[in-house]
């Protein structure tokens, strides 16, 4: 696969990013000078016409594998004259470009055997169609076994194929794979002269529409139970998202399916502990998992298959549904900041075992490398011809050193009634994106009712931290001067660097703490914030904006003025905060 003195591994990072970066704009592009590549359908603008588009409003898993949620499957056409192509000869040379991309792949790593059984799932996940027929290749090569073809694709063998971005460098070898197999076949590849980008015709398909967990009636060579479970885990994973944690979600349906007495009470608790679950409920109601009865709400026969995929994969679950929550990316939502602080983290001198430098007399020993040490010395006293190795000043060799600033993050959240339903998941949702993106450790406090309490100490255990979460329920007052202390006292009794304490809150304090002022108190509360030397930053709403300004000022701090405490303005912000400082 190494051509024009350029290695694999190099291709396949190349592609991986070109491809990433024009799929997260929408868009495709023009593969050498035979393929067109997107996560869109392709049409042509005539039969004759080499010129194809790319249909931004339709997605390639929806349309073709009714798949739920777009961007999860890669659409790839390799264009010929006019012909027929054998689909399962194509198939046996794609199979062979894959193990070449595996093993290319682990070459980086020596001593990693090939990995069998990710070949084998990716296989079931790539598909290939010609005129004559379509399937997965795995099911081309093994069994034989073949659909009925399209007559549209006599001038192109089309592919499908759920890819993690992290293996698009895999679309370079099936491309390869399938022009030499074109051209096997007696057959020339052709030339693409453009790529255009429009809308499809008809009405746009809306995203995410449609029965996810029927079965479709066709799935273009894929196999259908595939399909359905991979509906069963993204409607899990929104479900978690939307509701805060897989935990979260397996209470949910267990409440749905218990019995008529249990109900109504019930679905009363989570409407209270998630706040207004109607649209959830009604397109929950649209794609078959529960039913409307006088007696509300319930679980049908797929929502019961759904609860029992949870049980039954719930670790894979909360592996793929990390992982999301690590990589959602910080947009660049609209704030207002207010303030300044002027207080900035230490950094921290690390050793850094990549980088080996010569002693130098005149500075600091530091660690010294002894293997390099050893190797040095030996090469000097072969060159000296001695018979033995003596190690002398010149020989030694230490590690280098790095910076890092370390922040630890305790987060102070508002948890009184008005933060109910979606404001308090996003919460949720930051205090897990923050754990999961950082090597630093995490607290969170909450406030509510009359009091604070540390509902998770600083910790670096997701578990303990999604469990701490899930026992809070937003309702009663607003204690903010109570929080601010209760903070202070947590960073001073615990072991932590450059601490940085984030409040989250979108109204004003209603309950007092040392008087009968609510606000006052919280204002002398953020004094002795400053006074404490803790890095401090506010994330409120317009309407608290004046009381806010004056906190931050006390606290020497920072005020973000959001329009709406939603995930993506409370991670844009924090990131900031956590940038400047």
């Known amino acids: 696969m190494e051509k024009d003195g350029v290695s694999p591994h190099t291709k396949m990072v190349t592609i991986c990013n070109y491809l990433r970066a024009y799929f997260n704009q929408n868009q495709g592009v023009r593969l050498g000078e035979t393929a067109v590549v997107s996560r869109k359908v392709h049409e042509k603008k005539s039969r004759r016409s080499r010129e194809i588009k790319i249909v931004i409003d339709r997605d390639a898993g929806q349309t073709y594998w009714q798949y739920f949620e777009p961007n999860q499957v890669v659409h790839i056409d390799v264009y010929h004259q006019p012909g027929q192509v054998d689909p399962r000869r194509a198939a046996s040379v794609v199979l062979e470009a894959v193990h070449h991309y595996f093993q290319d792949r682990d070459a980086l790593l020596p001593g990693q055997m090939e990995p069998a059984r990710e070949v084998n799932l990716l296989l079931e996940k790539i598909t290939l169609g010609t005129t004559l027929g379509e399937g997965s290749i795995a099911r081309l090569v093994k069994y034989r076994e073949i659909k009925e073809g399209n007559p549209s694709r006599s001038d192109h063998v089309h592919i499908l194929a759920e890819l993690r971005e992290e293996d698009y460098g895999l679309i370079y070898y099936l491309v390869e794979a399938v022009e030499e197999a074109i051209q096997a076949q007696g057959l020339e590849i052709r030339k693409i002269l453009g790529v255009t980008h429009g809308f499809g015709q008809g009405p746009r398909e809306k995203l995410g529409a449609g ?53 109504a009470s019930t679905q009363s608790f989570l409407s209270k502990k998630h706040g207004d679950l109607t649209e959830v409920m009604e397109q929950l109601k649209e794609l078959g998992v529960v039913k409307k009865s006088w007696f509300g709400y319930s679980l049908t026969p797929l929502g019961k298959e759904l609860n029992t995929y949870l049980v039954n994969h719930e670790r894979e679950l909360e592996g793929q549904l990390r992982k999301l929550i690590r990589r959602t990316p910080v947009s660049s939502r609209y704030y207002t900041r207010f303030g300044y602080s002027q207080l900035k983290a230490r950094k921290q001198e690390l050793t850094d075992e990549s980088r080996i430098i010569s002693f130098d007399e005149q500075g600091w020993l530091g660690d010294i490398a002894v293997p390099e040490t050893i190797i040095s010395a030996v090469k000097r006293s072969r060159m000296e011809g001695r018979p033995r190795i003596r190690v002398k000043t010149e020989d030694i060799k230490v590690y280098g050193r790095k910076s890092y600033t370390p922040v630890d993050i305790c987060l102070l959240i508002d948890c009184s009634s008005s933060m109910a339903g979606e404001k308090s998941k996003a919460a949720w949702f930051l205090a897990e994106h923050l754990l999961l993106s950082s090597r630093e450790k995490l607290a969170v406090v909450t406030f509510q009712e009359m009091e604070a309490r540390v509902t998770v100490p600083f910790t670096r255990n997701h578990r303990r931290l999604v469990s701490g979460l899930h026992a809070v329920f937003p309702e009663g007052l607003t204690p903010l001067a109570s929080g601010l202390v209760k903070c202070i006292e947590l960073i001073k009794n615990s072991r932590v660097r450059n601490p940085l304490l984030i409040l989250i809150t979108d109204g004003l304090p209603t309950y007092p703490l040392w008087t009968f002022d609510a606000q006052k108190d919280a204002l002398d509360a953020a004094r002795m914030v400053a006074m404490a030397k803790i890095r401090f930053a506010c994330i409120g709403v317009q309407s608290s904006k004046d009381f806010l300004k004056d906190l931050a000022r006390e606290a020497a701090g920072t005020l973000y003025v959001v329009d709406k405490l939603d995930r993506e303005s409370l991670i844009a912000a924090v990131r900031d905060e956590w940038f400047s400082y």
């Open 211 to 263: 029965i996810v967990l029927a079965l479709p009636a066709h799935c273009e060579g894929v196999d259908r139970d595939m399909v359905y479970e991979q509906n069963q885990r993204q409607l899990l994973i929104n479900l978690a998202s939307r509701l805060g944690s897989l935990e979260e979600v397996e209470e949910f349906l267990q409440a749905l399916n218990s019995n008529l007495f249990k109900k």
